[in-house]
Nanobody, 118 residues
Framework: QVQLVESGGGLVQPGGSLRLSCAAS????????MTWYRQAPGQERELVAT????????NYGDTVKDRFTISKNDGNNTVILQMNNLKPEDTAVYYC???????????WGQGTQVTVAS
């Protein structure tokens, strides 16, 4: 059974930092491209950051470039989203997404709430 479990969300002041983690089980992590999405109330889900299965290539949404960093650790089956200089508009539920590159099958985590407010 595949599970993606996010952690690290919470309340932070503008300009602060948070580190989100997604722990994966039930799949071969080195075959997975990993992506963080987010969804704010009343808005569509948007891509935040993605990393290839090898970890060699990353891509970021325009609103988070130069502030967020995605990384992948195949040794402990985790993907990390380091978020710096957070802004109120970063407030959303953040979701971890895994896509198995060999077959295209994809999985979602349950999400973790990030709130940026003073």
């Amino acid at each position: 059974q595949v599970q993606l479990v996010e952690s690290g969300g919470g309340l932070v002041q503008p300009g602060g930092s948070l580190r989100l983690s997604c722990a994966a089980s039930g799949l071969i992590f080195s075959y997975c491209a990993m992506t963080w999405y987010r969804q704010a109330p009343g808005q569509e889900r948007e891509l935040v950051a993605t990393i290839t299965n090898t970890g060699r290539s990353t891509n970021y949404g325009d609103t988070v470039k130069d502030r967020f960093t995605i990384s992948k650790n195949d040794g402990n089956n985790t993907v990390i989203l380091q978020m710096n200089n957070l802004k109120p508009e970063d407030t959303a539920v953040y979701y971890c997404h895994a896509r198995i590159i060999l077959c295209g099958r994809a999985y979602w985590g349950q999400g973790t709430q990030v709130t940026v407010a003073s």
